[in-house]
């Protein structure tokens, strides 16, 4: 008895979250024109968005990573789809090395810092749109650093 119980619960419940899955270009790689993986799980009211961006050659490569969370609201209407904005946070971890002939260099970067995020749909399925971050890290005790990075998106939403 028990068992059906739960189970007419659990049937009974809505699943709210939409999946996106969604490419773009991104400011991570400093200029460069690098596709970005950018996944996440949307609802009107919040966003948990993962993205993540890659390049590598003989001499160079450069991998980053980004979670960001929003807190988000639908807008309104523009000609004939929805406008949903949110503001949130993030973290953001970057891994970058140079190998020329003998000598190698190494570096990373690890930030935190505020996001915003604006996206359209522009069909049922379709959203493009746009995502700033700000991130604060630490370079020592006294002198801190900051990146921004700006992403733009195409992907849909199911």
């Known amino acids: ?16 979250a939409e999946i996106f899955v969604g490419t773009g270009l991104s400011t991570t790689t400093q200029g460069r024109s690098v596709p970005i ?8 009211q919040y966003a ?7 390049v ?3 001499v160079y490569y450069h991998s980053a990573y980004q979670v960001s969370y ?8 523009f000609w ?7 503001f949130g946070g993030g973290l953001h971890y970057a891994k970058r090395g140079l190998q020329d002939g003998t000598t190698e260099e190494e570096a990373s970067d690890f930030s935190l810092g505020p996001s915003v995020r604006v996206s359209w749909q522009v069909a049922p399925w379709t959203v493009i749109g ?19 990075i ?3 998106f195409l992907g849909v939403r199911f």
């Open 1 to 16: 008895m028990k068992t059906l119980l739960i189970s007419l619960l659990l049937l009974s419940l809505r699943a709210h």
């Open 37 to 44: 993986l950018y996944l996440g799980a949307d609802t009107p």
């Open 48 to 54: 948990a968005i993962f993205s993540s961006v890659g």
């Open 56 to 58: 590598k050659n003989d």
């Open 70 to 77: 929003f807190k988000q609201t639908d807008l309104d209407q």
């Open 80 to 86: 004939w789809g929805k406008i949903r904005a949110g």
């Open 130 to 148: 746009i995502e700033s971050f700000t991130g604060i890290g630490s370079v020592n005790i006294i002198l801190l650093s900051s990146q921004q």
């Open 150 to 152: 700006t992403t733009m």
